[in-house]
């Protein structure tokens, strides 16, 4: 804030035209010179001791319509002022009153912009646009500038252009900081990214190894409770196979006197009753005799497990009660036997 004070307590306007009065200085006086015809404003600019940069009038108006809006909401400060206004002449008519100005030659016109701090003279509190100023308006203004270039001297004109340079070197440093944090954001947020896209590709990989085990655990585990179902179904066979053997056993030592259908025809009858033919896949055979005397005959189908290893099990369809001594049938199937 230091160098912006000095900025308006010594004018910019002032040092300028005092640098380069002999030989590139544009005052008001020589806006009419034949061999000049064009709209510029003398300002320091990249390091140059001076430096025509173009303006015009209505540059000049539409940067103090945007002050305007900016004194209006309070935040028109020195260093506002300044930003906006970088490039334009100006000179100091008061302790807190200054005046921009912009010339364009070939309109022979001229405008300045008049800026009121307040009494702090830290914040713009008014500005008034002068739109075609009036010849009393051009000469006042050309007799200020005057003025003040008399009033400074070497020393005063060295130090304000250091300061300018100091100003700008600032400027310089603050943007390539800004650029190289800016720089090394974006990296960080590509190397960022990148290392989330690997954790989420590790993450879909364990994911997916997970799943293969559990798809192979549950493969097992089906396989050895089907090996599991299989031993369980040979035995309950054996056993059944045994108790059959037992029975017809047990038939052949009882008296036979009384018996006038055998176990063959039994099965036959329940053949013929359940219209079971010989090609059929269901079987039909001869189980046990039950407390009283009766054959029991066993209409089931073998269902088969693996066609691999040719497992299989008995999937009964039903029992039949029939009678040793009148051939007569009952479906005894409920009754579990």
């Known amino acids: 804030m230091k160098m912006l004070k000095v900025a308006f307590g010594i004018p910019l306007l002032a040092i300028l035209l005092a640098a380069c009065s002999d030989e590139t200085s544009e005052t008001v006086s020589q806006k009419e010179e034949p061999t000049e ?22 540059t000049l108006q539409t ?30 008519v008061g302790d807190n009153q200054y005046i921009y100005y912009g010339i364009n030659q070939e309109q022979n016109v001229f405008c300045m912009m008049e800026v009121n701090f307040d009494a702090s003279g830290d914040y713009v509190e008014n ?25 400074l001297s070497d020393l005063e004109q060295q130090q304000m252009e ?3 340079d100091d100003y700008y070197a600032q400027l ?13 954001a974006d990296a960080e947020a590509v190397a960022q990214a990148e290392a989330d896209r690997k954790a989420e590709e590790e993450r879909l990989a364990e994911e997916e190894k997970k799943k293969q ?3 192979e655990a549950q493969a097992k585990s089906d396989e050895e409770e089907a090996e599991a179902e299989a031993f369980l179904e040979d035995e309950a066979q054996t056993e059944s196979e045994s108790e059959q053997e037992e029975d017809t056993e047990a038939l052949e030592e009882e008296e036979p006197a009384e018996q006038t259908v055998s176990q063959e025809q039994a099965i036959q009858l329940v053949r013929d009753q359940q219209g079971i033919s010989e090609d059929s896949p269901l079987l039909v055979a001869y189980d046990h005799v039950d ?3 009766n054959y029991i005959i066993h209409v089931y189908e073998n269902v088969v497990d693996n066609e691999e290893t040719g497992e ?8 039949y009660q029939v009678s040793p001594s009148d051939g007569a049938i009952t479906d005894v199937t409920v009754d579990g036997y």
């Open 63 to 92: 940067k103090a319509s945007t002050i305007k809006k900016a004194v209006n909401s309070k935040e028109a400060d020195r260093d506002y002022l300044l930003n906006v206004m970088n490039g334009y002449q100006y000179i100091q």
């Open 312 to 319: 299989e099990h008995t999937a009964t369809q039903g029992l």
């Open 162 to 164: 250091k300061e300018l």
């Open 291 to 293: 407390d009283s005397g």
């Open 172 to 184: 310089e440093e603050d943007r390539q900081k800004e650029e190289e944090a800016q720089a090394k």
């Open 37 to 58: 015809k064009s709209t510029a404003v003398h300002t320091k600019e990249n390091g140059n001791r001076t430096a025509v940069k173009e303006s015009s009038p209505n």
């Open 127 to 151: 500005i008034n646009f002068v739109d075609n100023a009036s010849e009393e308006q051009i000469a006042l203004l050309q007799n200020q500038i005057q003025e003040q270039q008399k009033q």
């Open 213 to 215: 085990e559990e798809e």
